[in-house]
């Protein structure tokens, strides 16, 4: 009698449906670490860190999906956004290029780093390089959408929606390219058993 291969592919499916899952999750808990600065529509939050984490352990796709997961939850009234509020309005203010942005840096990051897989170990150089272009897709649409939605200058646009968040973001770039690669191990094995 021939094995059904179904079960061990329904399984790893089920395992990357929970594991996209449960980074949207820790995006969304990513709000409760939300810091106002007062001279910048923009807070400190760890919703980025998250979000690359979710394209370097996932892969591009998933990665993607999980940031997408939490900004539709998000959209539709959850309180996940910093602030712990929700609503299509968020998308709309001075945050929502760096929101749109998380998706895009979760896909890029993936590509970058590759999906995971046990057999292979991805080089630290390759992570890094995932690490600084996800962050870079994040203020790309962010710095864009912030000028449109504020009307401010350029200047102002970069003292008050980069230039606070350039140190902290380096941190906590350093801080993925450290636990990612065990992660990456860890959802590699279970993405393939």
Same mark, same amino acid.
């Given at each position: 009698m021939e094995k059904s291969?179904?079960?061990?592919?329904k399984r790893r499916a089920l395992t990357g449906l929970t594991l996209t899952a449960l980074f949207a999750a820790l995006i969304a808990a990513g709000?409760?670490?939300s810091i106002p600065l007062p001279f910048s529509p923009v807070p400190i939050v760890l919703q980025n860190l998250f979000a690359l984490l979710a394209g370097l352990v996932l892969g591009p796709v998933p990665g993607a999906a999980a &940031? !997408?997961?939490?900004?539709a939850a998000g959209i539709i009234g959850a309180?996940?956004?910093?602030? $712990?509020?929700?609503?299509?309005v968020r998308l709309i203010g001075p945050t929502g290029g760096f929101l749109a942005g998380y998706p895009l840096a979760a896909f890029t990051?993936?590509?970058i780093a590759?999906?995971?897989?046990?057999?292979r170990k991805t080089p630290l150089p390759v992570i890094a390089a995932a690490v600084f272009a996800g962050l870079l897709v994040v203020y790309l649409p962010g710095l864009a959408w912030l000028k449109f939605s504020t009307g401010r200058g350029w200047p102002a646009?970069? &003292? !008050?929606?980069?230039?606070?968040?350039?140190?902290g973001d380096?941190?906590?770039?350093?801080? $993925?390219i450290l636990v990612a690669p065990r992660l990456r191990r860890a959802a590699g094995d279970l993405l393939s058993a």
């Open positions: 291969s179904s079960g061990p592919a709000t409760f670490i &940031a !997408g997961l939490y900004l309180p996940v956004f910093a602030g $712990a509020s929700g609503g299509i990051a993936g590509l590759g999906r995971p897989r046990p057999d646009v970069i &003292a !008050g929606g980069f230039v606070p968040f350039i140190a380096f941190l906590k770039g350093i801080l $993925a």
